[in-house]
């Protein structure tokens, strides 16, 4: 693989010095692109993109000889994201998208016809869809209304009742970029004997959690936005104690405890989340994810477990400052607890297409969502390329 100067990682200060500057020297994207998309699809970073040469390598001369390293990788892609979140490596699964791990629980909940589930508007399809799909079975789905993006919690809790069994919430907003405090959602709705979903596409690895101290239920994300994987290679985690309660919806080979035993297989499902891995991994995906991760874990241990939080909210209230400098309009959140890397705004009386447009032509990479533009940054982005963005927008009209 060939790599620009911009993104040698072999050149310029060590992690441990400046971890910002090591982060972008992994970016290869840097070389053409100011690149503000987190939240939509992520470019990979030099050891993920190793990763996949070195699996098609495998693949290609070796064949199915090198496959127990294969299955090695995925497990300790397994104990990566235990490590993220706090969890135990048997309440981790390995999921294709965010979209199989919310139908893993919405299809195989022992739903009773009457209960109800808890929605906010404004969810991402994938996050609303497989609760509507449960309505066949008399499930009645209650969408909350946002406030200017905002997830109020009391809104929220206002439509709970007895009947109700979950509450399903992005920890980010996708397009309002709002960050709900999930310690207090966790409390409150346990405290209601109710169950916490938590989409965390927008959010994982970005900020501290720990599910020993944030008992969260169920969480699912995919890979390819701020982990900076590739399409195809995600997450769910199933509390110890919610193995059991879930019916297995999909079931294979990979579902049972002897997943080897291929002649004379018994039906004894597994004690552990990977149960709900029915079939084969995508194994190169995988790997590469779990090239990707091991960077987040690197931070972590060098910098601490808030390192990039800190960096992600100061990157994007710097951003923020310059729109407002130059009278651009910004919805982000005034509390830090509910900031996050997404920042969306509006120029008055210009398209947020042509906006987007228009940064495309200066190198700079951002999407149209909510009725703005969306910038989504990340650890690597430069104040410089923030500049930039706020300058292209302000001169569009």
């Known amino acids: 693989m060939t790599l620009s100067a911009a993104a040698d ?8 010095r400046d971890p910002w500057s090591w982060w972008r020297r992994q970016m290869p994207v840097t070389a053409k692109w100011a690149y503000l998309d987190h939240a939509a699809v992520a470019p990979l970073p030099v050891p993920a993109v190793q990763a996949i040469s070195e699996f098609q390598r495998q693949a290609s001369e070796e064949g199915d000889t090198v496959w127990p390293e294969w299955s090695r990788r995925v497990e300790t892609l397994r104990a990566q994201f235990a490590a993220l979140v706090g969890a135990e490596t048997d309440e981790i699964c390995l999921m294709p998208n965010t979209t199989a ?20 508007e ?3 399809p994938s996050n609303l869809f497989p609760w509507l799909n449960q309505e066949s079975k008399g499930v009645d789905v209650r969408i909350v209304p946002r406030r200017d993006g ?8 206002d439509a ?15 397009s309002s970029g709002y960050r709900i405090d999930l310690n207090e959602l966790v409390d409150r709705a346990h405290r209601r004997g109710v169950l916490v979903f938590v989409d965390a596409i927008q959010g994982l ?3 501290p959690l720990d599910v ?25 985690m199933i509390r110890r104690e919610h193995v059991g309660l879930l019916r297995c919806a999909s079931v294979g080979w990979n579902s049972v405890k002897a997943s080897h035993q291929f002649s004379g297989a018994e039906f004894d499902l597994r004690d552990t989340a990977a149960r709900y891995e029915g079939g084969s991994a995508n194994m190169i995906g995988m790997a590469a994810l779990s090239a990707s991760v091991g960077m987040f874990l690197d931070i972590r241990r060098t910098h601490g477990e808030a390192a990039i939080a800190e960096r992600i909210l100061a990157q994007a209230n710097f951003l923020v400052d310059q729109l407002r400098r130059r009278d651009l309009v910004t919805r982000f959140p005034e509390r830090a607890e509910h900031q996050s890397g997404i920042v969306t705004f509006m120029s008055p009386g210009a398209d947020p297409a042509a906006i987007r447009t228009a940064a495309l032509e200066q190198g700079i990479v951002v999407s149209c969502r909510g009725g703005g533009v969306r910038a989504s ?21």
Do not use: C
């Open 377 to 397: 940054l990340h650890v690597y982005n430069t104040q410089d390329e923030l500049t930039r963005l706020a300058d292209v927008a302000v001169g569009v009209r």
């Open 150 to 157: 905002a997830v109020d919690l009391d809104d929220l809790f």
């Open 122 to 124: 404004g969810e991402f």
């Open 212 to 236: 020993n101290e944030t008992p969260v239920d169920f969480l699912a994300a995919d890979g390819h936005k701020w982990l900076l994987g590739p399409e195809g290679a995600g997450m769910a």
């Open 205 to 207: 690895g970005m900020y």
């Open 160 to 174: 709970v009742d007895e009947s109700t069994r979950i509450i399903s919430a992005s920890w980010v907003g996708y």
């Open 101 to 120: 791990g919310v139908n893993l629980v919405a299809e195989g909940f022992p739903w009773s016809p009457g209960d109800s589930v808890v929605v906010p």
């Open 9 to 16: 990682p072999s050149q310029g200060p060590p992690i441990d």
